[in-house]
Structure formats: structure tokens, C-alpha cells
Nanobody
Framework: QVQLVESGGGLVQAGGSLRLSCAAS????????VDWYRQAPGKQRELVAF???????NYANSVKGRFTISRENAKNTVYLQMNSLKPEDTGVYYC?????WGRGTQVTVSS
């Protein structure tokens, strides 16, 4: 059974930082790319960052230069380091691997 479990969300002031984690089980982690998505209240889910199995990355324009995605295959974990957070970064953050989604972790950035 595949499980993706996000953690690390919370409440932070604008300009602050958070590091999200996505721990995977039941899947061959190292062979799969991973996406981080977010969904703000009343908005569609949007792709924030991507990392390939080989470590190549890509980011939404809105987070470039502020967010960094990385993976630690030995721990079956992907991270999203989020710096210089803005109120518009508020939302539920989800990781996705293959066709599987985690349940998300809430990030709230206060102004």
C-alpha cells in the first residue's frame, strides 16, 4: 500500500521559513519524480515544484528563488524548503508521486 505523508506545515509570519517533508512508503521511491502542489482557499490546486528521479528541479514562477525542492532517497523523503514566505503562499501543500497523493499539510503565512 502506497502512503505519502506530509509534515512540517504551520503558522509563520511573512518573511519566515518552513521546511515541508513528504515521506513515502510502499513505492520504489528512487525511480519516481515527485511534485509539490498547493491549494489556497477557493482556488484550484497548483503545481509548486517538481523533482525528477535524477534530481532535476523545476518551479512555479511565483516561488522561484524562494523555494527549494530536494530529495533524500535513502530516507524515502522529499523536502520543500520555503523561505521569504508571503501571505499568498498560504494553503494546503500536497506531495504527489506517480498517481498517489498525500493528505496535505497546512501552511499559513500571516502578514
Amino acid at each position: 500500500q502506497v502512503q505519502l505523508v506530509e509534515s512540517g506545515g504551520g503558522l509563520v509570519q511573512a518573511g519566515g521559513s518552513l521546511r515541508l517533508s513528504c515521506a513515502a512508503s510502499g513505492i520504489i521511491f528512487g525511480l519516481n519524480p515527485v511534485d509539490w502542489y498547493r491549494q489556497a482557499p477557493g482556488k484550484q490546486r497548483e503545481l509548486v515544484a517538481f523533482i525528477s528521479s535524477g534530481g532535476s528541479t523545476n518551479y512555479a514562477n511565483s516561488v522561484k528563488g524562494r523555494f527549494t525542492i530536494s530529495r533524500e532517497n535513502a530516507k524515502n523523503t522529499v523536502y520543500l524548503q520555503m523561505n521569504s514566505l508571503k501571505p499568498e503562499d498560504t494553503g494546503v501543500y500536497y506531495c504527489k508521486m506517480s498517481n498517489f497523493w498525500g493528505r496535505g499539510t497546512q501552511v499559513t503565512v500571516s502578514s
